[in-house]
T-cell receptor, first 111, second 114 residues
Framework: KQEVTQIPAALSVPEGENLVLNCSFTDSAIYNLQWFRQDPGKGLTSLLLIQSSQREQTSGRLNASLDKSSGRSTLYIAASQPGDSATYLCAVEGNTGKLIFGQGTTLQVKP | DTGVSQDPRHKITKRGQNVTFRCDPISEHNRLYWYRQTLGQGPEFLTYFQNEAQLEKSRLLSDRFSAERPKGSFSTLEIQRTEQGDSAMYLC????????????FGQGTRLTVV
């Protein structure tokens, strides 16, 4: 059974810092891995999708990496801003498109 | 707006009442998913449809829960005889069938059972 773990559960950093969020999964037989952002009381916004054959994806200040063999992904946020404060969720996808989520990392960026 | 739409955004109901939620996916997406999220947790899969066929249901989906997608477009999720433990955010997502397609989520329906 696929299990996804995110570390840390919460993170507080000063504005401008670079940071890394971690995601690990137990079954390497995945199709994709997606990183999402969730603001309080809201739905999920897709940030990056990494296909199983890819090693990384970049969008603006965000960079996500994937190491399938070790069951790990990281989300790197450069030059953090207060507007980046949110919960970040990673999810792995099997062949049906069903997503298995981690519990999320709640990020606070202090001005 | 061509995103995933969910209605209502919030629902407060008394224990024992039935509730129904609606999800309108992105129009060209043939896959539709329902997830449930409780406070401080990641979303958990409930069920999914490919076109009008319901292809998988989680064991979380008790017999009080039923989902439909009658014409392969919008979907409804009904909870009968609601319990306080049903209080959660119910999220809908849609995607195109295929190996590397992105899932798009709606804003969710927040259910509170009092």
């Amino acid at each position: 059974k696929q299990e996804v773990t995110q570390i840390p559960a919460a993170l507080s950093v000063p504005e401008g810092e670079n940071l890394v969020l971690n995601c690990s999964f137990t079954d390497s037989a995945i199709y994709n891995l997606q990183w999402f952002r969730q603001d309080p009381g809201k739905g999920l916004t897709s940030l990056l999708l990494i296909q199983s054959s890819q090693r990384e994806q970049t969008s603006g200040r965000l960079n996500a990496s994937l190491d399938k063999s070790s069951g790990r992904s990281t989300l790197y946020i450069a030059a953090s801003q207060p507007g980046d404060s949110a919960t970040y969720l990673c999810a792995v996808e099997g062949n049906t498109g069903k997503l298995i989520f981690g519990q999320g990392t709640t990020l606070q960026v202090k001005p | 707006d061509t995103g995933v739409s969910q209605d209502p955004r919030h629902k407060i109901t008394k224990r024992g009442q039935n509730v129904t939620f609606r999800c309108d996916p992105i129009s060209e997406h043939n896959r539709l998913y329902w997830y449930r999220q409780t406070l401080g947790q990641g979303p958990e899969f409930l069920t999914y449809f490919q076109n009008e066929a319901q292809l998988e249901k989680s064991r979380l989906l008790s017999d009080r829960f039923s989902a439909e997608r009658p014409k392969g477009s919008f979907s409804t999720l009904e909870i009968q005889r609601t319990e306080q433990g049903d209080s959660a955010m119910y999220l809908c997502a849609s995607s195109l069938q295929g190996a590397h397609t992105e899932a798009f989520f709606g804003q969710g329906t927040r259910l509170t059972v009092v």
